[in-house]
């Protein structure tokens, strides 16, 4: 699953620099947390039956194979509002895509590779029926694209939870225990304020732009313009929350890069006013971040 955005001051003095580095980067994953190119196109199953298990043996009788996870769209925040799955359809055609919210989705273990930790089913309570159902997801409007993105997510997995076996969680309870992981988020991007970078012929991001597809691989510059990598992978948290941005430094066709992890809040997105093009600002100069120890997966 392949986030963002309005954060915060040019990083002025060593000191500050020092501070924001403690809060910013980290040099290794988490072992609850995954990269978003890991969520696309992982297979999503659906079950009529209420998921009450942590983890099973391999795929469980009436779980269905119902589409895939095609991308994920991320507010400006940083969070995760809604998981765009490709449902039906064969070899690509005929496929619709729905807008699932994340709470509707189970992260379960497969049990039947107890070497590989981080294999996993993606489970939702629902019937293929539901999905078929569901409003088909659209990027028309675009300056109602977050509210939509939010409304349609949520009312789809309002509309199948009601449907499905009435002893299953509901995924408000799921939101709910994200909202302590987005606090913290937002405490650590607030420690080093700034003011976003602008750039002329450039402009705010808007949520079309914010999609993991998008975003990876698109080139990263410093405060002064000089180009210093790309953004190679998202991390997410267990809960979906985007926390952090992985920039590729330096190199040359991807010989010599030094990849470094910095918070999602210091990373500036800009779209291109009259052509599309999307490119990254970080408030710090190449030099400063191929000084960071290199983020290990």
Known sequence: MKNLLYSTAVLAVAGTAAFAQDAMFRTQADPMELHASELIGHRVHASEAAIEGEAYEGVQEGWEDVGEVNDVILSRDGSVEAVLVDIGGFLGIGERQVALDMGALRFVSD??????????????????ANLEEAPEYSWDHADDKAA??????????EEMAETADPTAEPAEQTAEAADPVVETTGDATDTAMRDPIARDGFEAATEEDLTAERLTGAPAYDANDEWIGEISELVLSDDGQVTH??????????????????????????RESDGGDVRVYVPMTREELEALPDYNN
Do not use: C
Not at 111 to 128: E, G
Not at 148 to 157: G, R
């Open 245 to 270: 941005g992985i920039i590729d430094v330096g190199g040359f066709l991807g010989i010599g890069e030094k990849p470094v992890e910095l918070e999602i809040g210091q990373i500036d997105i800009l």
């Open 111 to 128: 049990d039947s590779t107890p070497d590989d930790d981080a294999d996993y089913f993606l489970v939702m309570s629902a019937s293929r």
């Open 148 to 157: 939509d993105a939010a409304d349609t997510a949520a009312e789809t997995t």
